[in-house]
């Protein structure tokens, strides 16, 4: 099952659903993830650019089979038909926002490369992906780059595959660019929900790990193991070591918080204190 998308609701969360049953499993081989996932990115920002194709594929009140023969007519031979057919499909349901089509579109897009790095790369994948958040998060030079509306997009992509300079997964490097072009309100925001996406499409769930210091082998095995059997499936950690926190650790996973961090309890004891 796709992991769902937090700012989709009722009939477009269900639509979500029914489309992600095209991007599950083993129907594709690793290559033609890949390709459907590129095209399903290029579909979201086809859809993103043009308001006026974007409302005329999600009029309920124009016939499913009139919307379909539209995408037909436009990206037959454009796109691969996988993707042509996904998108087909997609305007034949219900959407209770017509910007909910390309998000969805993007998010499937998604899951559809992180398919395409197969089972034995998704933690090296889910690793690529935390380190590159951190590098240009810890980087202000690059941070700020990336973020000015001055450049193009190209010329972003450019700064990042000298940052990859061939050597992260193709999967990762078409995730780091699609996070240049997507809906997210940042990089970092991108880049950490890809991440997710990466986890939960290959059953597990991410642990951000806060530590005054690195933690040994043997700890990380623990804290994984604990974990994985308090949430009840496997658990990525990606761990960032930050000496003021002075001892403990801080842990979120999902929407939980587990902060056993010394700087916390210090806190707790002056609040109890002035009190």
């Not at 001055?150 to 010329?155: A, C, E, H, I, P």
């Amino acid at each position: 099952m796709v992991q769902q998308l937090s700012s989709l609701r009722g009939s477009s969360a269900e639509a979500l659903q029914v489309l992600g049953e095209q991007v599950d499993g083993d129907r594709y081989t690793l290559e033609e993830f890949a390709a459907l996932a590129d095209d399903l990115f290029r579909a979201a920002a086809l859809l993103r650019s043009e308001p006026a194709l974007r409302r005329a594929v999600t009029d309920v009140s124009t016939p499913a089979e009139a919307k379909s023969s539209l995408v037909h007519g436009l990206l037959d031979g454009k796109l691969g038909a996988p993707a042509v057919d996904l998108l087909a499909q997609a305007v034949g349901l219900r959407w209770v926002a017509a910007r909910d089509l390309a998000d969805a579109v993007e998010h499937l897009g998604v899951v559809a490369a992180v398919r395409s790095a197969g089972r034995r790369e998704s933690v090296r994948l889910s690793d690529e992906l935390f380190v590159v958040a951190q590098v240009v998060e810890e980087n202000a030079e690059l941070r700020i780059a990336l973020s000015d509306p001055v450049r193009s997009t190209d010329d972003k992509r450019e700064l990042l595959r000298g940052l990859l300079a061939q050597r992260a997964l193709p999967a990762t490097v078409a995730l780091v660019e699609q996070a240049l072009a997507g809906s997210f309100r940042s990089f970092h925001a991108a880049v950490s929900e890809y991440q997710k996406v990466a986890a939960a499409t290959q059953g597990e769930g991410v642990a951000l790990v806060r530590v005054a210091r690195e933690l040994t082998e043997a700890e990380r095995t623990r804290l994984e193991q604990a974990l994985s059997t308090q949430y009840g499936r496997p658990v990525h950690l990606n761990i960032e070591v930050d000496p003021s926190l002075l001892g403990g650790m801080r842990v979120e996973i999902g929407d939980d918080v587990i902060d056993g961090t010394v700087v916390s309890r210090l806190d707790d004891a002056r609040r109890r204190l002035a009190g």
